[in-house]
């Protein structure tokens, strides 16, 4: 079984367009994350989502919306995709303050054309 | 300056070669984490660390936290190694990162 599912894992979409990517963990873990891979590999964080309730949220444009319906997802909307948004975007999981490795999904390229 | 450093940027070593890659930290953290991020994309974890030194096969991770500083070593490295290492810090809900260290390892 898959602990952390991001679909989809690629994604060519139009400027303009608004645009949602899901992911979900079986895991139990209270936490989750959302990161976006800039072209030099680098990982910033975007979102942190601890039990449904938003913990971190870095100078992101509000175009980008995390949702978490329940403690197993986060996902994430962009809307009016410009450019500079083509990257690869991951989830991770974690359980705070235990002692357990964070897990990831597989990543989503995003390509905006 | 990142609050998370890594050394070397590259590497690129032969088959068989001993390989330590290390990372500094500033920051106060609960947990240190070691990914491997394959040419593929995929992120996979390798390690979570408080204190000591743990083994995984022909990876060892260790870290002192007095000096805020851990060390990743591969034995009897493998060209299926080449990937890029990313180190990790754990602070609150945070994963802070390093900048990664791209490892090639040659036949």
């Known amino acids: 079984d898959t602990a952390v599912s991001q679909t989809p894992k690629y994604l060519v979409t139009q400027m303009g367009n608004d645009k949602s990517i899901k992911c979900e963990q079986n895991l139990g873990h209270d936490t989750m994350y959302w990161y976006k891979q800039d072209s030099k590999k680098f990982l910033k964080i975007m979102f942190s989502?601890?039990?449904?309730?938003?913990?971190i949220n870095e100078t992101v444009p509000n175009r980008f919306s995390p949702k978490s319906p329940d403690k197993a997802h986060l996902n994430l909307h962009i809307n009016s995709l410009e450019l500079g948004d083509s990257a690869v975007y991951f989830c991770?999981?974690?359980?705070?303050?235990?002692?357990?490795?964070?897990?990831f999904g597989q990543g989503t390229r995003l390509t905006v054309v | 300056k990142n609050e998370v450093e890594q050394s070397p940027q590259n590497l690129t070593a032969q088959e068989g070669e001993f390989i330590t890659i290390n990372c500094s930290y500033s920051v106060g953290i609960s947990a240190l984490h070691w990914l491997q991020q394959h040419p593929g994309g995929g992120i996979v974890s390798l390690f979570m660390l408080s204190s000591g030194k743990k083994k995984h096969g022909r990876l060892i991770a260790t870290i002192n936290i007095q000096e805020k500083h851990s060390s990743l070593h591969i034995t009897a490295s493998h060209p299926r190694d080449s990937a890029v290492y990313i180190c990790?810090?754990?602070?609150?809900?945070?994963?802070?990162w390093g900048a990664g260290t791209k490892l090639i390892i040659k036949p």
């Open positions: 990790a810090a754990l602070k609150n809900y945070q994963l802070i």
């Open positions: 989502y601890n039990n449904k309730e938003l913990i």
């Open positions: 991770a999981s974690s359980q705070v303050g235990a002692n357990t490795e964070a897990f």
